[in-house]
């Protein structure tokens, strides 16, 4: 089991930006995938992003474009910038990691996000 720890949650303007950061407790190396999940309220939880050892990128069609997401050179630590946010980003964001390609996520705390002006 991998422990995260997020930080970079707040309160911003719709246009605005924020940057999410996550780090894990094990070694970079060993850590395959790590990424981001959100829940707003009243929703179910989704896929934001989530970044590969193998080069792998995905994002949900709703974040393309704006939001980017990049792993540390350690690679135990990931970030989601998240730029022209709308109040729809609105939610609860989870780093997740997983040490090995077949391994269930492992789960942060999560930091919530507010977009409002």
């Known amino acids: 089991q991998v422990q995260l720890e997020e930080s970079g949650g707040g309160l911003v303007q719709p246009g605005g930006s924020l940057r999410l950061s996550c780090r894990a407790s094990a070694a970079g190396f060993s850590i395959y995938t790590m990424g981001w999940y959100r829940q707003a309220p009243g929703n179910e939880r989704e896929l934001v992003a989530h970044d590969t050892s193998a080069g792998n990128t995905f994002y949900a069609d709703s974040v393309k474009g704006r939001f980017t997401i990049s792993r540390g050179s350690a690679r135990n630590t990931v970030y989601l910038q998240m730029d022209d946010l709308k109040p729809e980003d609105t939610a609860v964001y989870y780093c997740?990691?997983?040490?090995?390609?077949?391994?269930?996520?492992?789960w942060g705390q999560g930091t919530r996000v507010t977009v409002s002006s």
């Open positions: 997740v990691a997983a040490q090995y390609s077949d391994d269930p996520w492992s």
